[in-house]
C-alpha cells in the first residue's frame, strides 16, 4: 500500500493502481494567522530571534497547515493548531540549533499540539455522540446523480479510514508515506524508539489496508 498526498484543493480520492491511495490536502489560506508574523517581526524586532522567527514563519507556515490536515485536523480548526504551534515555536526559538531540519523540528512540535488538540475533541465526543467508526460509515447511494457525487462518497469513505487512526499511528504514517522518512529519523521527530515507529507503521498500514479491503467486501467499492 502506498498512501500519497497532494498539496491542492479537494478531499481525499483513489489514485492509480489497486494498493495506492491518494489524499489530497486542500492549500493554506490566504489570510488569517499569518498576520502573527507581522506582529511579532514589528513588536520584537530589537530582539535577535525576531527576524530567525519572521523568516521561518513564513518559509514553513504552508508545510505546517498542510500537515495540520494530515494530521486530521478540520480545515475549520487549522488556523488555530497551527498558530499555537508556531506560538511554540517562537518560545523555544533561542534554544534551537538551525541544523537544516526546520521541518522535522516543526512537524515535531506541531505532533505534540495535535495530540493535545485530539484530546480536547475526544473529551467533547465522549459527552455527546462519540467516535465515529468508520466500518459504521453508510454504503455509496445507488441514487448519486453522476460520477462526482460517487467520487465524494469514495472520499468521504477514504477520509473516515484515515480519521480512525489514532494520531500516533496517523504521525507515523504521513511522515512515512509523504515525507519519505525513515523510520529512524520518524522515532527521532516524535520522541519514540525505533521498534515503537517500526511497529506503528506496520499496523497503521494494516488498518487501511484491512479497512479499504471490508470496504470492497461489503460495498462494492472500486478502489482501482
Not at 462526482?148 to 511522515?175: H, Y
Not at 507503521?201 to 478502489?223: I, N
Request: glycine share 4%; net charge negative; hydrophobic share 40%.
Amino acid at each position: 500500500m502506498v498512501l500519497r498526498f497532494r498539496a491542492d484543493a479537494g478531499g481525499p480520492r483513489a489514485a492509480s493502481g489497486p494498493e495506492t491511495l491518494e489524499v489530497r490536502c486542500p492549500p493554506p489560506p490566504a489570510s488569517g494567522i499569518q498576520t502573527v508574523a507581522l506582529r511579532e517581526e514589528s513588536a520584537l524586532a530589537p530582539r535577535a530571534t525576531s527576524k530567525d522567527f519572521v523568516e521561518l514563519y513564513r518559509a514553513h507556515f504552508a508545510y505546517v497547515w498542510r500537515s495540520a490536515r494530515r494530521l486530521g485536523v478540520t480545515q475549520a480548526e487549522a488556523d488555530d493548531v497551527v498558530q499555537e504551534t508556531f506560538l511554540t515555536v517562537h518560545r523555544l526559538l533561542d534554544a534551537y540549533e538551525a541544523n537544516g531540519a526546520e521541518r522535522s523540528w516543526l512537524f515535531s512540535i506541531l505532533f505534540r499540539v495535535v495530540q493535545r488538540h485530539h484530546r480536547t475533541n475526544r473529551r467533547r465526543t465522549a459527552l455527546t455522540d462519540g467516535e465515529e467508526d468508520p466500518d459504521a460509515l453508510p454504503g455509496p447511494s445507488t441514487s448519486a446523480p453522476d460520477r462526482t457525487a460517487e467520487a465524494n462518497e469514495s472520499a468521504r469513505v477514504l477520509e473516515g479510514i484515515l480519521d480512525a487512526l489514532d494520531p500516533e499511528k496517523r504521525a507515523v504514517l504521513v511522515l512515512a508515506e509523504l515525507e519519505e522518512k525513515p523510520v529512524a529519523e520518524i522515532a527521532e521527530i516524535l520522541g519514540i524508539n525505533v521498534n515503537t515507529a517500526s511497529s506503528r507503521l506496520r499496523l497503521a498500514r494494516e488498518h487501511v489496508e484491512a479497512a479499504m479491503a471490508r470496504h470492497r467486501a461489503r460495498d462494492g467499492w472500486r478502489l482501482p
